[in-house]
């Protein structure tokens, strides 16, 4: 089994590895300043709101159309001049003045170039890390973007006003998108795309989706990767969950962190697990994540709240079994279409799940919403395990079947 420092062993693992830690940083910090950025310009809860679902809806309908890039030029070019270009958009956004219809709209250019990157990275990670090593580098990639997030809910307020308030925390967030750019750019080799996917480009866009939404496999996977979006609950509610405990506003970044720090720990956990392993316990896990969030319907007192939280994000390290499994089914010429399919309805169903948790809530005290959520999502991964059980099919990749995926990844 693979360990971390044979991992960081490799040149360009740290270089994919360093240039999405810098980047992440940035992410968190641009998140913050956006939502004071609208709030401060409209004091309408709202719109800051849509500004926030603006970051993780569009993708899904982009994504099958752009991330084909990814599997027609080499794969560092790719994503070199996405970080360019949300270079420049970040840049704009700092403007101060900027009418808050263009903000939106920038915000909404750069969510849609977020998949694209994405899957240049995810199909880059195989040729870096071969074998194990591919585990346990996307397990560090998971921990790495937990750790971002942490600080970004406990510090990254702070940091904004620090930095001279939100136009200068965007205009930094530009910054880490170009270092990002030259890291890859002089860091990387080009690793292009495996296969004749540059000389077909009848269908070629779609065929990601074809070879997913067509094989009960693959489609298997990527269910139990959107469902993740109903788990998103807990961030979505903690001010009214806290609110409702009487836990008060401070207990506020402690809630939205307890999960993130349960899957941290996960995430570096999950690279110590072999193989055969990995395949057994993907769709348990998933199943079990909601559990602990079904557990707090009642409302139960901060510490336990807290516990059970983190739980659930320790549980939620399923997602980073199944991203692995997923993305080692893929033949390389497909990979990039495929991922990018694949983040574009994570990225939406997690959207998609802060809004259903937030309508809920108005309907029903928090603590319910929360666990209804979570009670979704564990019976849909029941269902998709039960399917996949029903037909004698594994989610693991115990035999490599990329080989026979190639034929219907073209158009």
């Known amino acids: 089994m693979a360990g971390w420092r044979e991992v960081f062993g490799v040149a360009e693992f740290r270089v994919l590895w360093l240039a999405q830690t810098q980047s992440r940083a940035g992410d968190q910090l641009a998140r913050v300043a956006l939502a004071l950025l609208v709030y401060e310009r409209t004091a309408s809860a709202g719109l800051t709101a849509l500004i926030y679902a603006l970051t993780l809806l569009p993708p899904l309908v982009t994504a099958p159309l752009l991330t084909g890039l990814a599997d027609r030029y080499p794969r560092r070019t790719v994503m070199v001049a996405v ?43 195989p040729a870096v890390l071969t074998g194990d090593r591919f585990a346990v580098g996307m397990g560090i990639m998971t921990a790495t973007d937990g750790v971002a997030q942490i600080a970004g809910f406990t510090v990254g307020g702070l940091v904004v006003v620090w930095a001279g308030g939100p136009h200068v925390a965007l205009a930094a967030n530009a910054v880490t998108f170009l270092l990002s750019a030259a890291l890859l750019r002089w860091g990387l080799r080009p690793h292009r795309p495996g296969g004749d996917s540059a000389r077909r480009p009848s269908g070629f866009a779609l065929a990601g989706v074809r070879l997913v939404v067509g094989d009960r496999r693959l489609l298997g996977l990527v269910s139990l990767i959107w469902l993740f979006g109903f788990f998103l609950a807990p961030e979505a509610l903690a001010a009214p969950y806290a609110d409702q405990i009487g836990a008060g506003a401070a207990a506020v970044g402690l809630l939205m962190a307890a999960d993130v720090v349960g899957s941290v720990v996960g995430a570096a956990l999950v690279t110590r697990v072999r193989r055969a392993w990995r395949d057994r316990l993907t769709a348990p896990l998933a199943v079990a994540t909601g ?47 495929a991922i990018g399919f694949a983040s574009a309805g994570l990225q939406s169903a997690q959207g998609a799940g802060v809004l259903l948790a937030g309508g809920l809530a108005e309907l029903l005290p928090p603590s319910v919403a929360v666990a209804a959520c979570a009670a979704a999502g564990s019976l849909g991964a029941v269902l998709v395990w039960a399917a996949l059980l029903r037909r004698r099919d594994h989610l693991g990749p115990a035999v490599h079947r990329a080989e026979e995926r190639r034929s219907h990844a073209r158009p």
Do not use: H, N
């Not at 270009?85 to 219809?101: D, V």
């Not at 709240?305 to 991203?323: D, I, K, N, R």
């Open 83 to 125: 970080d360019v270009a949300r270079a420049a958009f970040a840049g704009l956004m700092a403007i101060p003045g900027m009418p808050l219809p263009l903000l939106a709209a920038l915000v909404v250019a750069m969510t849609c170039l977020q998949p694209l990157f994405a899957a240049g990275r995810t199909a880059t990670l």
């Open 291 to 337: 559990l602990p969030l079904v557990a707090t319907v009642a409302g139960p007192p901060m510490p336990v709240t807290v516990v059970l939280w983190a739980l659930s994000g320790l549980l939620a390290t399923y997602m980073v079994l199944a991203q692995v499994a997923f993305t080692e089914e893929l033949a390389d010429e497909v990979r990039g279409r």
